[in-house]
């Protein structure tokens, strides 16, 4: 089996970082593991006096995927998802390592990162492949979770045209809508009634964000196909964020395109974690107040 080069990361906004990374270092020092800490990981120790400067020359890279084979991302889901923008093309496998509120994509909680490493060290663990989505237009970029258009908040209706494969499929009159993988089925697109879809199955949900029409619900449609987006004359000003990268759309008549990326994110899935495990565990799915007391 490949030896395991770890790549670390994480939310530097976090003060319960810190100490993790510090505990980490020292028991990855100690197992004689490989790892890499990046810049901002190491300015931050080296800050608090966690490590020293001379130490930190040893461990310390810009880039993760220069060196790592693994990455660990501790914070949540939302460290994750900007952790999958930096690899990007790579396809280096990712672990997320929850100190957040919820942590559904980061799953592994910070309490059982060390045996969650032994049990990577061991092979006991699968590499999920997750879909991703390409956006074409003046804000061009990929996203794991979700693309999502809405209104600014002091405006009025917007108005958002989508045709599939030429053909068109609706106007959207409402707060907004949102294009999101089934990896972002659990995320802002099941918040406005969308459905939940298991992370490997290959479509796009597309949901309207409080429509207008009470007719209008979310659709499923199959991977391969291509959405065109543009905003109606009519409409009000919006803005448009890939995975919470947020920009102002720039004129009404400027289409945007959204299909598959040629490349999946790739994810950890350690033994004896399952996904249905953790829609119970982090959603709370399926159990009524009995469960829950």
Same mark, same amino acid.
């Given at each position: 089996?490949?030896?395991?080069?770890?790549?670390?990361?994480?939310?530097?906004?976090?003060?319960?970082?810190?100490?993790?990374?510090?505990?980490?270092?020292?028991?990855?020092?100690?197992?004689?593991?490989?790892?890499?800490?990046?810049?901002?990981?190491?300015?931050?120790?080296?800050?608090?006096?966690?490590?020293?400067?001379?130490?930190?020359?040893?461990?310390?890279?810009?880039?993760?995927?220069?060196?790592?084979?693994?990455?660990?991302?501790?914070?949540?889901? !939302?460290?994750?998802?900007?952790?999958?923008?930096?690899?990007?093309?790579?396809?280096?496998?990712?672990?997320?390592?929850?100190?957040?509120?919820? !942590?559904?994509?980061?799953?592994?909680?910070?309490?059982?990162?060390?045996?969650?490493?032994?049990?990577?060290?061991?092979?006991?663990?699968?590499?999920?492949?997750?879909?991703?989505?390409?956006?074409?237009?003046?804000?061009?970029?990929?996203?794991?979770?979700?693309?999502?258009?809405?209104?600014?908040?002091?405006?009025?209706?917007?108005?958002?045209?989508?045709?599939?494969?030429?053909?068109?499929?609706?106007?959207?009159?409402?707060?907004?809508?949102?294009?999101?993988?089934?990896?972002?089925?659990?995320?802002?697109?099941?918040?406005?009634?969308?459905?939940?879809?298991?992370?490997?199955?290959?479509?796009?949900?597309?949901?309207?964000?409080?429509?207008?029409?009470?007719?209008?619900?979310?659709?499923?449609?199959?991977?391969?196909?291509?959405?065109?987006?543009?905003?109606?004359?009519?409409?009000?000003?919006?803005?448009?964020?890939?995975? !919470?990268?947020?920009?102002?759309?720039?004129?009404?008549?400027?289409?945007?395109?959204?299909?598959?990326?040629?490349?999946?994110?790739?994810?950890?899935?350690?033994?004896?974690?399952?996904?249905?495990?953790?829609?119970?565990?982090?959603?709370?799915?399926?159990?009524?107040?009995?469960?829950?007391?």
């Amino acid at each position: 089996m490949k030896r395991l080069i770890y790549g670390v990361t994480g939310n530097t906004a976090k003060d319960e970082l810190w100490p993790l990374v510090q505990r980490l270092k020292n028991w990855m020092d100690k197992k004689s593991i490989d790892y890499r800490l990046h810049a901002s990981i190491v300015d931050g120790l080296v800050k608090r006096s966690m490590i020293t400067p001379e130490n930190a020359e040893n461990v310390y890279v810009n880039e993760l995927t220069q060196t790592s084979n693994v990455i660990l991302s501790i914070g949540g889901d !939302g460290t994750l998802l900007h952790t999958a923008f930096e690899v990007g093309t790579s396809g280096i496998p990712i672990l997320g390592v929850n100190i957040g509120r919820l !942590g559904f994509l980061a799953d592994v909680e910070a309490s059982k990162i060390q045996n969650a490493m032994r049990l990577m060290e061991e092979g006991r663990y699968t590499i999920e492949e997750r879909m991703v989505l390409d956006l074409s237009g003046p804000h061009a970029g990929l996203a794991l979770n979700d693309i999502v258009i809405t209104r600014k908040p002091a405006g009025g209706l917007a108005a958002i045209d989508i045709q599939v494969d030429n053909t068109r499929l609706n106007r959207y009159w409402g707060d907004g809508v949102i294009i999101a993988t089934p990896t972002g089925s659990t995320a802002y697109s099941l918040a406005v009634g969308g459905p939940i879809v298991m992370p490997g199955s290959n479509v796009v949900i597309v949901s309207p964000v409080a429509p207008h029409s009470l007719t209008v619900r979310p659709i499923v449609l199959p991977a391969q196909a291509v959405l065109t987006i543009q905003l109606a004359a009519v409409s009000s000003d919006c803005t448009i964020a890939l995975d !919470g990268r947020t920009h102002t759309i720039a004129g009404k008549k400027t289409p945007y395109t959204v299909r598959r990326a040629s490349h999946p994110i790739r994810l950890i899935r350690l033994e004896n974690m399952h996904y249905f495990s953790t829609l119970r565990s982090k959603l709370s799915w399926g159990m009524g107040p009995q469960m829950l007391a």
